[in-house]
T-cell receptor, first 115, second 111 residues
């Protein structure tokens, strides 16, 4: 099946720094990728839809200036958490599919801890 | 707004039992529905995808059914094994492959 990777798998940073997370589709091209956030003991919440070559679409309540998304190519989307604070500590997961309506393949996730 | 409920929230069974996980959703205008497995601290593994026009899908010991009009899906696991222990997530997809996740069912299969 299709493979989606994320880098880094975990990151610890100081409050106020910015963190970039990469999501790559390794063996297929993805026009659209999705970014989710998962807090402990909770389910995944969609943050934004990343569209190649255009601006991301953010879910209600997600600050677009804090969570910067860049989908520069058909195989790479990046999420930058700007000026991270402890409340941003979470598990961030991306997904991609071959076509609309097809199976979504998820990356292994990135655990962010902000001190 | 799509809302997804999964019952039960947690389930503990002895090895070998057949079991059923339930999922209900409020917006029946879905493209498909996926069942995922998540191990602690890990990403998601897709188990089954049912298109909105389908009634069920089978993969090995797993069988998922979909009743779109009533907003329900079930995941049936036959002859459960300790390796099946994980959290199972149901996620219907609306337009543009947007998934809405339930809270999940945490399954423990005891040897």
């Amino acid at each position: 099946g299709a493979v989606v990777s994320q880098h880094p798998s975990w990151v610890i940073c100081k409050s106020g720094t910015s963190v970039k997370i990469e999501c790559r589709s390794l063996d297929f091209q993805a026009t659209t990728m999705f970014w989710y956030r998962q807090f402990p003991k909770q389910s995944l919440m969609l943050m934004a839809t990343s569209n190649e070559g255009s601006k991301a679409t953010y879910e209600q309540g997600v600050e677009k200036d804090k969570f910067l998304i860049n989908h520069a190519s058909l195989t790479l989307s990046t999420l930058t958490v700007t000026s991270a604070h402890p409340e941003d500590s979470s598990f961030y997961i991306c997904s991609a599919g071959l076509d609309e309506g097809d199976t979504q393949y998820f990356g292994p996730g990135t655990r962010l801890t902000v001190l | 707004k799509q809302e997804v409920t999964q019952i039960p929230a947690a389930l503990s069974v002895p090895e070998g039992e057949n079991l059923v996980l339930n999922c209900s959703f409020t917006d029946s205008a879905i493209y498909n529905l996926q069942w995922f497995r998540q191990d602690p601290g890990k990403g998601l593994t897709s188990l089954l995808l049912i298109q909105s026009s389908q009634r069920e899908q089978t993969s090995g010991r797993l069988n998922a059914s979909l009743d779109k009009s009533s907003g329900r899906s079930t995941l049936y696991i036959a002859a459960s094994q300790p390796g099946d222990s994980a959290t199972y997530l149901c996620a219907p997809a609306t337009s543009g492959s947007r998934l809405t996740f339930g809270e999940g069912t945490q399954l423990t299969v005891n040897p």
